[in-house]
């Protein structure tokens, strides 16, 4: 049951969003990526020409990707978190030591904005949330919203706002509304069913609900507030789009946890 | 098959470490807030000291809210302050009411512009709408996301006063008189800008509000607002313009002697009712009769299908009791009441002796002038006529009331005492929204235990 839907719900997320982690395009979208992220941060990098290093580190990122994608179990979840705090330390080191030269912190910015959308998938398996929460990634992934790098505070929140959304984890009055009681006297496959999907929705919506707690409890309200000051939405469209994210965000937090 | 325990397994950490203090986390953050588990992140977020942000996320709503020009985030920051607003129930709503904000300059500059309150400057926001068209889907759905805002602040007693202050019930008479999209908007706003609050009621028979609401209440509007809104909405219309005129009615003070102001408001009041043949009163019984035979059809309903009555347990039945109830709440019951408290009042209020309405207030000191008691004789014969004539009785008017008033007495005692049996009355418990609402239900519920003993003396003289 679980594999099913993990597999299905991946492939509905992905279709949405464009989402070609999996192909070896991958290389190419990242250049895309270089591209936009290049504009605010520096204008001396020359774009489009990623080391042949690189480009087998990405292919390989992509076929472990691709091979852990389809079912998604708590070791997988691990792994992205791993990978994560590495991209995130690593950035961190980079940023320290050449404070004054972004084109030689932008390649691992780009690694942690890839890292960033890759944990997307984890929007189709919300019964996993609880490895998230418990781990200190989350707390890691908050941290990025006051990164001075504004557009990876972006991606941060609009994963977040994916993994919270109601298509994710489902509305907490259908949730939380009484399961469906079975007769005694006789054995009804559709009630069986019925009870079973409704366990299981109130299952996923509380795994979404740690999160939302987990998030709160870190102090991520907080920083999201203050990420919505930092933006400026008469800077740039992607300013604008990063309000409407955190404000669809804020929602779903005040929904999940009224 | 594993993913069961795998879940099981990761949320026992997950519970484990919540009882774990936070040292574990990353140094790179801000000290975590302790947060209580009970309130509501809605709240949480409307604190300022708690996010510790430069601008607090109320004052950033609202002036992305006054932002000139109908985009995309406009919608989503109304979207999410009525959300906060109706969720954050009654904390938040103090809070937005009790802060000073400064309302930029409707103009494209940036002026320091000038202090307001929340409210005041939910008033500018939908200022804004008062004859514009909005655009189709979105932008309407922002308007209606600010007058929801609106009325959810209205539900704290402070912010009605400051509604007035900010002469809110003007605005919204302005909005209504504009007859353009937001009309439906400002008459929800008026009826609870004027739940238990009598400073409202004057201010709006001052600002000449009784020509703008009794064209809704005669269903003159009607058109209107299917065109505008769709036609599911009429019915939305009718239950605040009947809301609007029981609460007048219910809040006006007694005229007591002539030439006091606020005696003239009701004076006003029930002159209008003596209009065009009293077809204002006319209205209220052929509102009740419709609206009584819905009411009672719903209650059957369900009767037919409970034969094994006495063989049920207690909690069977009184779960039955409760469903009723909701089916009649779903057919207009709240209406219905609402139109009894008319009837009620434009019988018995002023009319006899004892009637404790007139003389409740003031002892022996009353001067009630001929004029007044005759007008209010006029009126109650015109009703009870009218109420025989269309097959009613005063006597199912009066059933009616004490029936709403006990519940009024249940939900204002499970409000003030939160440890009641939760399982049975939840979904009543949840329909009356214990808190913020209670202060108009006590006088509402006041006014009835004084219109009650009226109604059944002009009935037992009738009779």
């Known amino acids: 049951m679980c594999d099913h839907c993990n597999a299905s719900g991946a492939s509905r997320k992905r279709s949405r969003q464009d989402f070609e982690q999996q192909s070896p395009e991958v290389p190419e979208a990242s250049i895309d990526d270089a591209d936009k992220l290049d504009e605010p941060t520096s204008a001396s990098n020359r774009p489009g020409e990623p080391s042949e290093e690189e480009i087998a580190a990405m292919l390989a990122a992509a076929e472990a990707s691709a091979s852990e994608a389809p079912s998604l179990d708590i070791l997988g979840v691990k792994k992205l978190l791993l990978q994560l705090e590495k991209k995130v330390t690593k950035n961190q080191l980079a940023r320290a030591k050449f404070s004054d030269q972004p084109s030689r912190f932008l390649e691992s910015e780009l690694e942690l904005d890839e890292d960033l959308k890759k944990m997307r998938v984890l929007a189709a398996a919300p019964e996993l949330y609880p490895v998230l929460v418990s781990s200190e990634a989350l707390g890691t992934l908050l941290s990025l919203l006051s990164h001075d790098n504004i557009d990876i505070a972006c991606e941060v929140v609009s994963l977040l706002s994916e993994l919270t959304d109601e298509d994710a984890i489902g509305v907490r009055s259908e949730a939380m509304a009484p399961l469906p009681e079975l007769d005694d006297e006789e054995d009804d496959d559709d009630e069986i069913a019925a009870l079973a999907a409704a366990q299981r929705a109130r299952e996923v919506f509380l795994c979404g609900l740690a999160l939302v707690e987990g998030i709160a409890s870190t102090g991520g309200l907080g920083l999201l507030v203050q990420h919505l000051g930092r933006l400026d939405e008469g800077r740039s469209e992607e300013d604008s789009q990063g309000v409407y994210a955190t404000l669809g965000l804020l929602q779903n937090l005040a929904e999940a946890q009224p | ?463």
């Not at chain 2, 043949?277 to 299908?305: C, M, P, Q, T, W």
């Open chain 2, 1 to 463: 098959m594993s993913a069961g325990s795998q879940f099981i397994s990761s949320l026992a950490k997950y519970f484990r470490r919540c009882c774990s203090p936070f040292q574990t986390l990353s140094l790179r953050l801000p000290p975590p807030i302790p947060i209580p588990l009970c309130s509501s992140l809605a709240a949480v977020l409307c604190d300022p000291e708690a996010t510790k942000a430069r601008t607090p996320l109320l004052a950033f709503l609202l002036r992305r809210m006054r932002a000139k020009g109908f985009d995309t985030n406009l919608g989503a920051a109304s979207e999410l302050l009525s959300v906060l607003l109706s969720l954050g129930g009654a904390s938040v709503a103090e809070r937005l009411g009790g802060t000073t904000f400064h309302l930029p300059p409707a103009g494209a500059g940036s002026g320091p512009g000038h202090a307001v309150d929340g409210v005041e400057y939910l008033c500018e926001i939908a200022n804004a709408y008062r004859k514009k068209a909005p655009g189709r889907g979105e932008e309407e759905e922002a308007v209606g996301n600010i007058f929801d805002a609106l009325c959810c602040c209205l539900l704290v007693r402070a912010n009605q006063d400051r509604f007035v202050a900010a002469e809110g019930t003007e605005l919204m008479l302005r909005t209504v008189h504009a007859a353009g999209y937001a009309r439906l908007g400002a008459l929800k706003t008026l009826s609870y800008a004027l739940a238990g609050n009598p400073r409202t009621g004057s201010a709006l028979v001052r600002g000449g509000g009784l020509s703008a609401v009794f064209p809704a209440f005669m269903g003159k509007g009607e058109a209107h607002t299917r065109k505008t809104h769709g036609p599911e909405t009429v019915p939305e219309e009718q239950e605040h313009a009947v809301g609007i005129v029981a609460a007048l009615l219910q809040l006006l003070p007694p005229v007591h002697r002539a030439g006091d102001e606020a005696g003239t408001s009701r004076l006003r009041l029930l002159g209008k009712f003596r209009e065009a043949g009293h077809e204002k009163v006319h209205r209220a019984v052929e509102l009740y009769i419709s609206f009584r035979d819905r009411v009672n059809a719903a209650a059957l309903a369900d009767d037919s299908d409970g034969e094994d009555d006495d063989e049920d347990s207690e909690a069977a039945r009184r779960m039955r009791g409760e469903l009723r109830y909701l089916r009649k709440l779903d057919a207009g019951l709240a209406v219905l009441q609402r139109l009894c408290v008319i009837i009620g009042a434009l019988t018995a209020d002023g009319v006899g002796n004892a009637s404790a309405v007139d003389a409740g207030a003031g002892g022996s000191q009353p001067v009630t002038e001929g004029g007044v008691s005759s007008l209010c004789q006029e009126l109650s014969l015109a009703c009870r006529a009218k109420l025989y004539e269309q097959g009613g009785s005063l006597a199912a008017v009066a059933d009616t009331l004490q029936e709403y008033a006990s519940k009024l007495e249940d939900s204002i005692v499970s409000g003030s005492d939160e440890s009641g049996e939760s399982s049975s009355s939840a979904v009543i418990a949840a329909e009356a929204a214990s808190g913020p609402q209670s202060a108009s239900q006590a006088a509402e519920l006041a006014y009835l235990k004084r219109l009650l003993p009226a109604i059944q003396e002009v009935s037992g003289l009738g009779a």
